[in-house]
């Protein structure tokens, strides 16, 4: 909405567009869409006038649901997992682009690093002179709860290196690399407060693969997910 504004469209049409108009255009103008006797007692009542500012829709004093309050905030029901169900939200981001990106990593077309093997006990990672781009392709486990223990995940992918960093939400944190494909991260119980979903990544350092660094990514692998959810 707040772009809409940047647009030159106006409140008035803003909040008609995200109510009545689009009651219309689906055919259900009359049950939705604008506050009369005999429809659907779905209404949101704001604290400041939306017309002045859009921005005051973020004022949220009660919502009525049919016909009912809602008490506002989270409930033991609510849990981001749900998310994890959309397309549009896997666990792992962009594997349409580590499922093309695999050949070149592995078969050496795009450069010369090709250190995805297992790591003997003891054994370091590889340590090149010219860092690969990493890749993600799982994370395990998926969820953990609000406010548990130290906990260890397991990150799969390839291309990671000696210097490899694993961020958790931009956090630099702790690993143990199984191979140049599997990372065991240790993520500390006071990183796992907050419910949702938060990013993991790993960062190898510059300087990157001339062909491989230009063409396939800059040095941060795409994006897997803890989910955090509530405590019941």
């Known amino acids: 909405m707040l772009i809409f504004v940047e647009a030159g469209i106006t409140?008035?049409?803003?909040?008609?567009?995200?109510?009545?108009?689009?009651?219309?255009?689906?055919?259900?103008g009359k049950d939705l869409g604008t506050i009369?006797?005999?429809?659907?007692?779905?209404?949101?009542?704001?604290?400041a006038d939306p017309l002045q500012n859009?921005?005051?829709?973020?004022?949220?004093?009660?919502?009525?649901f049919n016909g009912r309050r809602v008490e506002?905030?989270?409930?033991?029901?609510?849990?981001?997992?749900?998310?994890?169900?959309?397309?549009?939200?896997?666990?792992?981001?962009?594997?349409?682009w580590v499922n093309?990106?695999?050949?070149?990593?592995?078969?050496?077309?795009?450069?010369?690093?090709?250190g995805n093997r297992p790591v003997g006990a003891g054994q370091p990672l590889p340590n090149p002179a010219e860092s690969p781009q990493p890749a993600l392709e799982?994370?395990?486990?998926?969820?953990?709860?609000?406010?548990?223990?130290t906990t260890t995940i397991t990150?799969?992918?390839?291309?990671?290196?000696?210097?490899?960093?694993?961020?958790?939400?931009?956090?630099?944190?702790?690993?143990k690399a199984v191979s140049g494909s599997e990372l065991q991260v240790t993520i500390d119980a006071s990183l796992l407060h907050?419910?949702?979903?938060?990013?993991v990544v790993v960062r190898n350092p510059w300087p990157l693969h001339p062909e491989i660094g230009l063409q396939w990514g800059n040095g941060t692998s795409n994006k897997a997910h803890l989910i955090v959810k509530y405590r019941d």
């Open 11 to 28: 409140p008035m049409q803003i909040l008609q567009g995200a109510t009545k108009w689009s009651a219309e255009m689906i055919d259900r």
């Open 36 to 47: 009369d006797a005999g429809k659907l007692a779905d209404i949101v009542i704001v604290n």
């Open 54 to 64: 859009i921005e005051n829709l973020r004022q949220v004093d009660t919502v009525v």
């Open 72 to 96: 506002l905030g989270y409930s033991a029901g609510y849990n981001p997992v749900f998310k994890r169900e959309s397309e549009l939200n896997p666990p792992v981001e962009a594997l349409l």
């Open 100 to 114: 093309a990106f695999r050949p070149v990593a592995y078969n050496g077309s795009g450069g010369r690093f090709n």
């Open 138 to 149: 799982a994370i395990s486990p998926l969820m953990v709860t609000e406010g548990s223990p």
């Open 155 to 175: 990150l799969k992918g390839f291309n990671f290196v000696r210097r490899s960093q694993v961020l958790f939400k931009g956090i630099p944190v702790p690993y």
């Open 194 to 199: 907050e419910p949702g979903w938060h990013d």
